[in-house]
C-alpha cells in the first residue's frame, strides 16, 4: 500500500516537471565579408534580448504533461557580443542606447542596437523501437540599427533556425537538451546574419 502510494506520488512529481533549456553563447566566426579589415573606429553597441524566452509545450500527447522553458536571452547577448568584437575594431557595451547627438563626446562613429525580436519553437516526441526520441525546431528573429552622428545608417531584420534530435529520457528530460542545441544552432545562424549586414553596410563604413 505504502509503496503504491510512493509510486502515485512520484507520478505526481514528474507530471508537473520544468526542464530548462538556457543555450549558452555561440560566436559566428564565419560571418562572411567584403572587406578584408574590421569596421574602423569604436562603436558603442546595446543588446535587447529580454524577447527570448518562451515555454515551449511538446506538439503531441507523448510528454505533453511536461513544459520546457527555453532562455535563449543570456546566450543571445554574448553570442553578439563575441561575434560583434572580430568585427569591430573596438566595441563598447553599453546598458542602454546613446543619442546620435553624444556619440562624438563618447569618441564613437556609431551606435549599434540590436533586438531579440521573436523566439518559436516545436517539440516532437518520436516513439522508437527501444526508446523514444525527441525532435526539436527553433526560430528566432532579430533586429539591427546603427545610428552615426548625422542619422540612421543601416536598419536590418534577420532571421535564424535550428533543429535537433536527441533520446527522449525517462521522463522527457532529453528534451531541454534537443531545445538547446537547438537555439545554438538558430542563434548562431542569426548572429552570424547580423554580423554580416554590419560588416558589408557601405552606408555604415562611410559614414561619419
Known amino acids: 500500500m505504502r ?4 509510486a502515485i506520488a512520484l507520478m505526481g512529481v514528474v507530471a ?13 566566426y564565419n560571418v562572411y565579408s567584403s572587406y578584408g579589415e574590421k569596421l574602423p573606429g569604436k562603436y558603442l553597441l546595446y543588446v535587447s534580448s529580454s524577447k527570448l524566452r ?12 511536461h513544459t ?13 557580443r563575441k561575434t560583434l568584437a572580430t568585427l569591430v575594431d573596438e566595441l563598447e557595451v553599453v546598458d542602454a542606447p546613446v543619442d546620435r547627438d ?14 531579440g525580436e521573436d523566439l518559436n519553437g516545436r517539440l516532437r516526441v518520436v516513439p522508437g523501437f527501444w526508446v523514444n526520441g ?3 525546431e527553433v526560430e528566432m528573429a532579430a533586429s539591427i540599427t546603427v545610428d552615426g552622428r548625422s542619422g540612421r545608417l543601416l536598419g536590418a531584420t534577420v532571421g535564424g533556425d535550428g533543429t535537433a534530435q536527441s533520446d ?17 544552432d538558430a542563434m548562431k545562424e542569426a548572429v552570424g ?4 549586414a554590419l560588416t558589408n553596410s557601405e552606408r555604415v563604413r562611410g559614414g561619419v
Open 134 to 136: 525527441i525532435e526539436t
Open 16 to 28: 508537473g516537471c520544468q526542464y530548462s533549456a538556457e543555450p549558452l553563447p555561440v560566436a559566428a
Open 168 to 184: 527522449a529520457g525517462g521522463f522527457c528530460e532529453g528534451g531541454a537538451k534537443s531545445l538547446t542545441m537547438a537555439a545554438e
Open 3 to 6: 509503496g503504491k502510494i510512493a
Open 54 to 65: 518562451k515555454d515551449i509545450k511538446p506538439s503531441d500527447l507523448n510528454c505533453a504533461a
Open 102 to 115: 553624444l556619440l562624438k563626446s563618447r569618441g564613437a562613429r556609431g551606435m549599434i542596437i540590436i533586438r
Open 68 to 80: 520546457f522553458p527555453l532562455d535563449v536571452g543570456s546566450g543571445f547577448t554574448g553570442s553578439v
Open 193 to 196: 546574419r547580423l554580423g554580416e
